[in-house]
């Protein structure tokens, strides 16, 4: 797919899709064939890991923002995949968490590129966010946020939802995953932190009038504010997500889209 089209449509991309996809992933495997398990988990775990090394060395690779992003959202797919690998009330309930925090982040960072997209800047390069901090200083800092956030960085959702997802697997047995989920996130954070170096540490290369729509204002509000809020207060969405016992999964599964 190419990151040259509409941003609007590469973020619904990014974000509805996998969560339709993985939703659905989940009422086949664990509702429809949970006595094919030993069939199916070690072919996950080998997509899982697959997944997570290539979207973030993809990414790693890329001075293409909306690039980087849709790659990196490949690795988060990885990681999203270890909460139904874990194949308990934890792992369903660190999977919601996941793709909640995930959607405001992601959603966020798309929100920015549409913004300055639509004050006459391409926002597609790296350099294009040179002095970002010193042009518009609001939108400097949610991107801020947003990318800690996907690089799973305290106190973000993103890090609180990483840690649930790989608690998770690591209590179901499935330590050999959880250490490439490391390791992968860790090259995650190199890429993210470049984004953040440019905004605040180069100088600005152009100056443009800032034009911004007030729905677009309140979608980044929206995402900035639950980023850190279930960063900050975890319970507010571990409280929802949390099963009791075993017998809760299909319950909570038939919530999901």
Avoid: C
Wanted: proline share 5%.
């Amino acid at each position: 797919m190419s990151m040259k089209g509409p941003t609007p449509v590469t973020a619904f991309m990014s974000v509805g899709t996998k969560g339709a996809a993985l939703a659905a992933m989940i009422r086949l495997l664990l509702l429809a064939l949970p006595a094919l398990e030993p069939f199916w988990m070690p072919i996950l775990g080998v997509l899982a890991a697959l997944t997570m090394i290539a979207g973030n060395i993809g990414a790693l690779t890329q001075s293409n923002v909306k690039r980087m992003l849709a790659y990196s959202s490949i690795g988060h797919a990885g990681y999203i995949l270890l909460s139904i690998m874990a194949a308990s009330d934890h792992g369903i309930a660190s999977f919601l968490f996941y793709l909640v925090a995930y959607t405001l982040t992601n959603l966020g960072a798309f929100a920015v590129l549409i913004v300055l997209e639509e004050r006459g800047e391409s926002a597609w390069s790296l350099d294009d966010f040179a002095g970002l901090w010193k042009r518009q200083g609001w939108l400097a800092l949610a991107m801020a946020v947003f990318m800690l956030s996907l690089a799973g960085m305290p106190p973000t959702a993103g890090f609180v939802g990483k840690f649930y997802v790989f608690t998770a697997a690591w209590e179901s047995g499935l330590g050999w995953l959880v250490l490439v989920g490391l390791l992968t996130s860790a090259v995650a954070v190199f890429f993210y932190l470049r984004v953040i170096v440019r905004i605040f540490m180069q100088e600005p290369v152009r100056e443009v009038q800032p034009v911004l729509h007030r729905g677009l204002a309140m979608s980044i509000g929206v995402a900035l504010a639950g980023t850190l809020l279930f960063g900050l207060f975890p319970t507010l969405v571990v409280a929802w997500v949390q099963a009791p016992h075993i017998s809760r999964i299909a319950e909570v599964v038939q919530i999901l889209p």
